[in-house]
């Protein structure tokens, strides 16, 4: 790598050297989102690994917005990052709505600063003004396409214009942008943590490209490299599509003469079919993660494990522990695979692991929503949900599993569908039989307890010749009308015996009335 590690940089802004040795430097890292969608999941595994190596490192998480892109760029998604990010936890040592000394830290206020650079690059010869019409641009694309032409992009027309000719198109008026002088000849390299060295032939890197636009913003490219550098970031770990932007950056910090950072590009994130992980696969956003129920360290501890892990069996950690052992060592060079089913486990995990009456909390509102609860709950709603803690602890899943679990216990539920009271090779006929004899056993045991009357339930399914879930089953669908309501007999206890014996008398007459 052939870095001059010459500081000539004239910024009034704080500067700071930056050593490449890892073990003496202060540890700066950042997580640099362009708000211009909901936050994705991937990009949460992009800040997680920064902010668990800054703490790890005893070193400074940073949260800088990238919102040069102005078009793209909409305030809906910079709250939906902060509320991300608040929601997890994820806290930054320095960024907007929290300061520190190297702000501001929203690229679109920073400007000036690097148009300032880009002049500076241009008065260095390393930049230069290019006066291209769109049209003269599009031509140019067109005719590439035409002749199939191996030239692809800018021709670095205005590169070698005579100072008349840019003197004289200066004085026209002529909008231009600013674009960087990539090197025809040689190679550019640089050393990435986890993919080893990587090298391009200069010539396969994108013959100049804009640094400042004809509107005065800056790319992508020239704000990214000069606010790492300003903002001292020491390690770069960003996800691994932004390989091919490497070698155009240490160039970039070449013609400043300034030292890179440390690179470590992330692994891939992909659904199970071997795809970047996208819409196609499920959620993405993390917002529709925290709507349908995960927690916040379900969710911390599943995308941690996606392209890093501790050692072969340890599947379980905190935030604390995360934020102790965390190295960048331990991060793997396969894509991580993101599987709900697995995240799904955890968070189930992570559920049973809550005191009931922190769970209440959690679930209250899902209820709410759904009509279920009054807002706020009147006290026989808040002790039936006591009772049925126990019961839906072990089998949520998500959160917003509740609902359809233990809405029949809440409001009134249609009469189900008679394809949904039918047990499999049975008939109307049999299933009202079925549901009469229920009917008759909970009259009659109901007060004898949960024991006898599943007893009960036994010896009659067996007299009958059929097994105890066909006998069950109709008495399921007709009581809660849910396929995932807790253990029956306990679900039937909160209902009350009324109600219970009134649901099953409903589904046997509407069986009866398509008998008919
Ligand atoms: N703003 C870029 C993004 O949205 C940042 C890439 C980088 O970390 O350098 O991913
Ligand atoms: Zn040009």
């Given amino acids: 790598m052939s870095v001059s590690s010459t500081m000539k940089d004239s910024s009034t802004m704080n500067d700071s050297s930056i050593m490449n040795d ?18 994705h999941i991937g990009g949460i595994r992009t800040a997680l690994f920064n902010y668990f190596f800054a703490r790890a490192q005893g070193g400074k998480f940073i949260l800088r917005i990238e919102d040069t892109d102005q078009e793209r760029t909409t305030d809906e ?134 640094l400042l636009k004809s509107d005065g913003f800056p790319t992508y490219h020239l704000a990214n ?11 770069i770990m960003r996800a691994q599509e932004w390989i091919p932007s490497g070698p155009l950056h240490i160039l970039l910090y070449e013609a400043f003469g300034w030292t890179p950072p440390l690179y470590c590009h992330l692994p891939m994130v992909m659904g199970k079919d071997g795809q970047k992980l996208s819409k196609r696969h499920g959620s993405t956003a993390v917002r529709d993660f925290r709507r349908d129920g995960y927690l916040p360290e379900a969710l911390i501890n599943y995308v941690s494990l996606l392209g890093w892990s501790y050692d072969d069996k340890t599947e379980f950690f905190t935030r604390e522990e995360l934020e102790n052992v965390f190295s960048l ?45 009054a807002q706020p709950p009147t006290a026989g709603q808040d002790a039936l949900l006591d009772s049925l803690m126990p019961l839906v602890q072990e089998r949520l899943k998500k959160l917003s599993d509740i609902s359809e679990m233990t809405r029949f216990l809440f409001t009134d539920i249609p009469v189900p569908e008679s394809a949904d009271l039918i047990p499999k090779k049975s008939d109307a006929v049999k299933t009202i039989e079925l549901l009469n004899t229920a009917a008759a ?50 679900s039937l206890r909160l209902l009350g015996k009324e109600r219970t014996l009134e649901r099953i008398q409903l589904a046997a007459e509407k069986l009866q009335q398509e008998v008919q």
């Fill in 22 to 39: 890892s073990s003496t430097m202060s540890v700066r890292v950042r997580y640099a989102p362009s708000p211009t969608g909901l936050q």
């Fill in 329 to 373: 060592e331990k991060i793997n060079k396969a894509p991580g695979v993101f599987d709900y089913k697995k995240l799904e486990w955890f968070n189930g995990n992570y559920i049973r692991m809550k005191k009931p009456e922190a769970l209440k909390e959690l679930l209250i509102p899902y209820l709410i929503e759904d009509g279920a609860l």
């Fill in 77 to 210: 998604s910079l709250e939906d990052l902060f509320a991300a990010l608040e929601w997890l936890g994820i806290d930054w040592d320095e960024g907007p709505r929290r300061g520190g000394s190297y702000g501001p830290y929203i690229q679109s206020e920073r400007v000036e600063l690097h148009r300032k650079y880009a002049e500076q690059l241009v008065a260095d010869g390393k930049a230069y003004r290019c006066y291209c019409t769109p049209e003269r641009l599009d031509a140019l694309r067109k005719e590439q396409e035409r002749t199939r032409s191996k030239e692809k992009g800018y021709d670095r027309h205005c590169r070698n214009l005579s100072k008349a000719e840019r003197d004289e198109l200066e004085q026209s008026g002529q909008p231009s942008v600013i674009r960087l002088k990539v090197p025809e000849e040689g190679k550019t390299a640089f050393d990435d943590i986890l993919m080893g060295t990587i090298t391009r032939k200069n010539r396969d890197i994108n013959p100049d490209p804009v």
């Fill in 225 to 235: 490299v000069i606010d790492d550098h300003l903002m001292g970031i020491t390690h």
């Fill in 441 to 490: 056993l909970l009259d009659a045991k109901w007060d004898e307890g949960i024991d006898v009357l599943e007893e009960a339930f036994r010896e009659t399914s067996e007299e009958l010749g059929i097994g105890l879930g066909a006998l069950l089953m109709p008495v399921r669908a007709a009581a809660t009308g849910s396929r995932i309501s807790p253990p029956l007999f306990e």
